[in-house]
């Protein structure tokens, strides 16, 4: 099943991908400021992190394929909505919509490839997994900022909506087909009828859940920001800009599954946490290094931090969970990363407004280190 759902994971990503490398664009067009700015990226990460909890609930109660199906051509089809926005307010209205419907992947995808594999290889497969997403990440800054430079920004999601949304009937269909699937979602059904919650997994998750969630908001709410920070810091043109991203993303291609083969056999909350501490002093030095090579050579690092971490992060929250509880916890876990996201978003920028870019960056890294100190406490004793 993995490499269906590494190709599921893939078009779920294509259009979600899009907004960040296109911001400079879409400032451009309605003259935003940078809190204006954050605040595009907010009103699709609000949405798709609170879609996540319902999201979550629902998979563990009528399966999977529907919430699937939605997450990928659901996601196509509101993202060509957003194409097809005239004003500010449809923008951000249609990528409102565009959250709600991409919700119901991860809590549905993750705990069918996390039972289809022997536990001891958990975090391996998931790293594979974060393949098809990383490419998605990867690619659409680099097709995405080229079409919106010829044809303008809305061309880019009305472009790659198309082949989104065919994938998705697609895999609606061949889901019906799959009787692995089939017997997963019946066994899973008859575990949650028997099956009793430990009492003691919530002390060791709560700690480990806070940190990878603060992390994550403050990475993605510094993400969306790089390429305006390229533009206005180094100068560069808006595709150039764009493409940055894709030097963060294509760390995914190779460090997802290198970081779930680690955390596999040296523990998962160890490599979380080390990939944590990395990542505060990596937002620091994004203000002093020089540009080419320089701040290339950080984002690159930046970008293995990141996805050493996830994959990690994914195989212990549900090593540690009930397993009729998994995509709800799931859900809890990707709803708070995506509101913690949304949430900093407009709050960078509007730091980045009254301060610049320097204290900001700054700021965030600093932050990142203090909560992760402050959980490796807590987290001392855990060997997993």
């Known amino acids: 099943m993995i490499p269906l759902f590494v190709l599921a994971h893939f078009a779920h990503h294509l259009v979600i991908a899009l907004p960040v490398p296109l911001l400079p664009f879409i400032r451009n067009e309605f003259a935003l400021d940078y809190t204006q700015a954050g605040v595009v990226i907010m009103a699709f990460n609000l949405s798709y992190g609170i879609s996540q909890l319902p999201s979550g609930w629902l998979a563990d109660r009528i399966g ?107 895999f609606y269909i061949v889901l019906g087909r799959r009787p692995e699937l089939n017997r997963l979602s019946k066994t899973l059904s008859e575990y949650r009828d028997k099956a009793q919650p430990p009492s003691s997994y919530l002390p060791q998750l709560i700690p480990f859940m806070v940190l990878n969630i603060f992390t994550a908001g403050v990475n993605f709410s510094i993400i969306s920001f790089i390429p305006l920070f390229m533009i206005d810091h180094f100068g560069v043109a808006e595709a150039i800009a764009a493409s940055f991203l894709s030097i963060i993303y294509s760390a995914g291609l190779w460090a997802s599954p290198l970081g779930g083969h680690i955390s596999d056999r040296i523990g998962k909350v160890r490599v979380a946490l080390v990939a944590c501490l990395v990542t505060g002093p990596l937002i620091y030095l994004l203000n002093i290094v020089p540009s080419g090579l320089g701040i290339a050579a950080v984002l690159l690092m930046f970008g293995i931090a990141i996805y050493i971490r996830m994959p990690a992060a994914e195989s212990y929250i549900i090593s540690q969970t009930p397993e009729h509880r998994r995509s709800t916890i799931l859900g809890i876990y990707y709803f708070a990363s995506m509101e913690a996201g949304g949430i900093f978003s407009p709050i960078i920028g509007n730091c980045v407004d009254r301060f610049g870019f320097q204290p900001t960056f700054t700021s965030a890294g600093i932050a990142i280190l203090m909560v992760s100190l402050v959980c490796a406490i807590f987290l001392r004793h855990n060997r997993d």
């Open 64 to 170: 999977p394929r529907v919430l699937l199906t939605i997450g990928t051509a659901g996601v196509a089809v509101t993202g060509l909505l957003v194409g097809l926005s005239q004003t500010h307010f449809m923008l951000i209205a249609f990528l409102v919509l565009m959250g709600i419907a991409g919700g119901g992947y991860h809590p549905s995808a993750t705990p069918l490839i996390s039972r289809s594999v022997e536990p001891k290889n958990r975090g391996r497969a998931l790293g594979f997994h974060m393949i098809g997403g990383s490419g998605s990440f990867f690619l659409a800054p680099l097709v995405g900022a080229g079409i919106a430079a010829y044809y303008g920004w809305r061309a880019s999601f009305t472009l790659l909506a198309i082949p989104t949304a065919l994938f998705g009937i697609a």
